[in-house]
């Protein structure tokens, strides 16, 4: 079953209208060093804030188990690159996971969707473990949004998105069951933050959705406050009626 089916293909949407875009194939070896912890920086060491208040920003990882899809790993950059960005700008960074479906369990039942839920929120926790120098995230739960502060010295030094993007990949990459990931950074203004904001939050509604299935929910669809979700998302409904029916 793919859960952000739809998602997906408003993102590929996306790439195809913005055509100018960067494609760098993943290089381990290009990837840029990180801290063993969480790196404060500070506002005057601060070259740059990407997404930060008044600008648009979103994040958001999303997961396939097709094999034909997103097959391929590397990292895509719309917009300016670090290198080129002179002040304050909108900012998002998405994630695509292509997944052997076995990661993720037999969904009829209890225990498969059980796993497949852990394994989501697992991928998505991801970003809460890496620690580019100079490059200081910070992950709003609430709204979706990334802000990111980017340090004098890490500009100095050559930081760019692919290296980055190879940062974020290698994380990604060593986790079993994982075949292909893409890493997507959005800078350029004419993109619809606010879209990318919305589908963030629908990532999240999707994956917790999931959660309450394994909960227990009414059979009645039309007393139901997931109704929209299982409207859009195919299979979900029918992954509720099982549940019900496991007794």
Known sequence: MELYQTILERLENVLKDHSERREYAYNPSMAWPETERFELVMGRDCAFELGGQGKGAANYTCVTTEEDHWKESGTVV??????????????????????????????????????????????????????????MIRTSTENFREQVRVHKDALKNGISFEKLGNTFLNHY???????????????????????????????????????????????????????????????????????????
């Open 78 to 135: 719309i917009g300016k690159d670090l290198q080129e960005i002179r002040e304050d700008t909108s900012y998002a960074r998405l994630v695509v996971l292509n997944a052997d479906p076995a990661l993720f369990g037999d969904t009829s039942s209890r225990k498969g969707s059980e796993q497949a839920f852990r394994t989501l929120q697992k991928l998505d926790f991801v970003k809460y473990h890496i620690f580019a120098k100079g490059y």
């Open 173 to 247: 990459l060593e986790i079993e069951g994982i075949r292909a990931a893409t890493v997507i950074f959005l800078t350029d203004p004419s993109v619809d933050y606010e879209a990318l904001l919305a589908d963030a939050r629908k990532v999240h509604e999707i994956t917790m959705t999931l959660s309450r299935i394994l909960e227990g929910i009414p059979t009645d669809c039309s007393m139901c406050s997931l109704k929209p979700i299982c409207d859009e998302v195919e299979g979900m409904r029918e992954l509720h009626f099982g549940k019900e029916g496991m007794g």
